[in-house]
């Protein structure tokens, strides 16, 4: 089946520091999702991404989804605390209402 | 800002008992999922329910579980006779055709410990 590998698996970084973290398939994918999940919660979506090439960016993160559709990039720029946590990529099987499949995620951590 | 309301938060069950777990999905909705995530492990498709019937399954979702919409709000999961394995957040989540993607919403889960 399709399956996402996250790249790094963990990371350690100062606050203020910029994150880049990705997500590649061996398969193509029509969307792309990045999701932030804090401990205890369940998934929020950060971002969404629709068109091979498209950047998109949601206040101080930016996403891009790569032009093979088999791979997508997460950046967060001047980290803070609260971007702690583990971020996954997502992808639909099929249609815009069909399951997800998710990436084993990135997990971050910020040093203050 | 709507969303999709799962109880309880915690459940801790012996093994071999039957579990119930409940959401509430977000009310326009049309679509409704259950995840599960092992500790530490990636998010993981069990079932989609649709017009009052299961769409689709994962080769999780095996005779041991059923879902159910019992009324116009609630959906819920039940486990038949619990595995220690089955221990995990179960996320129940819901989305829109309309709303496309940014609709797709989760649950806060609940957590499953079978001891």
């Known amino acids: 089946g399709q399956q996402l590998n996250q790249s790094p698996q963990s990371m350690f970084i100062q606050e203020g520091e910029d994150v880049s973290m990705n997500c590649t398939s061996s398969?193509?994918?029509?969307?792309w999702l990045w999701y932030k999940q804090d401990p205890g919660e369940g998934p929020v979506l950060l971002i969404a991404l629709y068109k091979a090439g498209e950047l998109t960016s949601n206040g101080r993160l930016t996403a891009q989804f790569g032009i093979t559709r088999k791979d997508s990039f997460l950046n967060i720029s001047a980290s803070i605390p609260s971007d702690v946590g583990i971020y996954f990529c997502a992808g639909p099987r099929e249609m815009r209402n069909t399951p997800l499949v998710f990436g084993k995620g990135t997990r971050l951590s910020v040093i203050a | 800002e709507p969303e999709v309301t799962q109880t309880p938060s915690h459940q801790v069950t012996q093994m071999g008992q039957e579990v119930i777990l409940r959401c509430v999905p977000i009310s326009n909705h049309l679509y409704f999922y259950w995840y599960r995530q092992i500790l530490g492990q990636k998010v993981e498709f069990l079932v989609s329910f649709y017009n009052n019937e299961i769409s689709e399954k994962s080769e999780i979702f095996d005779d041991q579980f059923s879902v159910e919409r019992p009324d116009g709000s609630n959906f819920t999961l039940k486990i038949r006779s619990t595995k220690l394995e089955d221990s995990a957040m179960y996320f129940c989540?819901?989305?829109?055709?309309?709303?496309?993607?940014?609709?797709?919403?989760f649950g806060s889960g609940t957590r499953l410990t079978v001891v």
């Open positions: 989540a819901s989305s829109d055709p309309l709303q496309g993607l940014y609709g797709y919403t």
């Open positions: 398969s193509i994918f029509n969307t």
